[in-house]
């Protein structure tokens, strides 16, 4: 059974630019949440994907956007980069009943 | 707004204690419980569930859920130095999708 996988790891963007953070969902899971963690802080729910749609979206702005592909991986993407969006994302896979949401490693980004 | 609430501490056990995590939560319509432990950098990682009133014990570690005070707790015996993270109380809620609303957190030191 393989677990979830982030990439990259980490990742240096400018104000302003658009980054693309990718998450392959755990096998069997057809789920997939992005989080948003900041620094000592608990993960902020962004949005969630169902069977390549969005089924639930947290308080972010629209400039975060996601996809889902058939194979339930997903991406998600972050146009007009601030400061603020410095944060650990964290992806996370589930069956659609929920009972265990495995998170991957994370993406570490970092906007200067 | 959906909230779970915990204390940051840090909470400082000697090795070999009991450390009690505590948490409260908003939404009354919330019936799954996650307890999750995060090491300084990585990423969230499940401890336990709990879904029913009660106790639920699993090696070292034992959740407490009480859905008429909405509160949730989280013991762990024998504490070891390598027990010493942030731990995360989680609370999964339908509301705009099912996801989980994280407490900020309470640090965790055991001192050897």
């Known amino acids: 059974e393989t677990g979830v996988t982030q990439s990259p790891t980490h990742l240096i963007k400018t104000r302003g630019q658009q980054v693309t953070l990718r998450c392959s969902s755990q096998?069997?899971?057809?789920?997939v949440s992005w989080y948003q963690q900041a620094l000592g802080q608990g993960p902020q729910f962004i949005f969630q994907?169902?069977?390549?749609?969005?089924?639930g979206r947290g308080n972010f702005p629209p400039r975060f956007s996601g996809l889902q592909f058939p194979n339930y991986s997903s991406e998600l993407n972050v146009n007009a980069l601030e400061l603020d969006d410095s944060a650990l994302y964290l992806c996370?896979?589930?069956?659609?009943?929920?009972?265990?949401?495995?998170f991957g490693s994370g993406t570490r980004l970092t906007v200067v | 707004q959906k909230e779970v609430e915990q204390n940051s501490g840090p909470l400082s056990v000697p090795e070999g204690a009991i450390a009690s995590l505590n948490c409260t939560y908003s939404?009354?319509?919330?019936?799954?419980f996650f307890w999750y432990r995060q090491y300084s950098g990585k990423s969230p990682e499940l401890i336990m569930f709990?879904?029913?009133?009660g106790d639920k014990e699993d090696g070292r570690f034992t959740a407490q859920l009480n859905k008429a005070s909405q509160y949730v707790s989280l013991l762990i015996r024998d504490s070891q130095p390598s027990d010493s993270a942030t731990y995360l109380c989680a609370a999964e809620t339908s509301f705009l999708g099912n996801k989980l609303v994280f407490g900020a957190g309470t640090i965790l030191r055991v001192k050897s």
């Open positions: 939404d009354r319509g919330s019936q799954s």
């Open positions: 996370a896979s589930s069956s659609w009943q929920g009972y265990g949401y495995t």
């Open positions: 709990i879904y029913s009133n």
């Open positions: 096998s069997g899971h057809n789920t």
């Open positions: 994907y169902y069977r390549e749609e969005e089924n």
